[in-house]
């Protein structure tokens, strides 16, 4: 069980808008910033959104993160089948001393 | 370019040891923190545990406290994870990785992995 809750599955039809939820608690999300990972099929995760809502350098504007309170979220706008893949919501967690990650939401392009 | 590359995974058998390594290329190595993160077959990620720029700060995820050790060496651009106490359920993908320049603690880069099997 994580300490970060998010939905196992998510789906969208190609350019469709969808969001990805990620819920935490005072000692992580609510105290600190959080960051997503993208993990296409085969490959090591990518960051996807830094500090919130920060996009590296290279990702599309499609993607957007936003923090409120003890939640978060992703957005995907103009979804494409290449967005097909797990997402991780993640961030430092101040109880327990360390990084804590979301169970990862399988997104499906449909 | 920045590059992580793991090595050292492989086979062992419950209650066995194994080192596995990351050397690290295109950056000022000695200048950022560092971290190992596992992957499961079929399952998510989970941090194991992190090290700090000068090695002087480390930290651990409960599930390897005790038996885990990380380490680095910046003259050679590596860092270390000595695993003991080896578990069928330490079977992962196991990723180092690097953390970004801005505020908060994320992982900016990655490496490819290396898989450890651990079984009889």
């Known amino acids: 069980q994580s300490v970060l809750t998010q939905p196992p599955s998510a789906s969208g039809t190609p350019g469709q808008r969808v969001t990805i939820s990620c819920s935490g608690s005072?000692?992580?999300?609510?105290?600190?910033?959080v960051n997503w990972y993208q993990q296409l099929p085969g490959t090591a995760p990518k960051l996807l959104i830094y500090?919130?809502?920060q996009r590296p350098s290279g990702v599309p504007d499609r993607f957007s993160g936003s923090k409120s309170g003890t939640s978060a979220s992703l957005a995907i706008s103009g979804l494409q089948s290449e967005d097909e893949a797990d997402y991780y919501c993640?961030?430092?967690?101040?109880?327990?001393?360390?990084?804590?990650f979301g169970g990862g939401t399988k997104l499906t392009v449909l | 370019e920045v590059q992580l590359v793991e090595s050292g995974g492989g086979l062992v058998q419950p209650g066995g040891s194994l080192g596995l390594s990351c050397a690290a290329s295109?950056?000022?190595?000695?200048?950022?923190?560092m971290s190992w993160v596992r992957q499961a077959p079929g399952k998510g990620l989970e941090w194991l545990s992190y090290?700090?720029?000068?090695?002087?700060?480390?930290y651990y995820a409960d599930s390897v406290k005790g038996r885990f050790t990380i380490s680095r060496d910046n003259a050679k651009n590596s860092l270390y994870l000595q695993m003991n106490s080896l578990r069928v359920e330490d079977t992962a993908v196991y990723y180092c990785?690097?953390?970004?320049?801005?505020?908060?603690?994320?992982?900016?880069?990655w490496g490819h992995g290396t898989l450890l099997t651990v079984s009889s």
């Open positions: 990785a690097r953390e970004g320049s801005s505020y908060g603690t994320y992982f900016e880069y």
């Open positions: 295109g950056f000022t190595f000695s200048s950022y923190e």
């Open positions: 090290i700090s720029s000068s090695g002087d700060s480390i």
């Open positions: 005072s000692s992580n999300i609510g105290s600190n910033t």
């Open positions: 500090t919130n809502n």
């Open positions: 993640a961030g430092w967690d101040g109880s327990l001393k360390g990084v804590v």
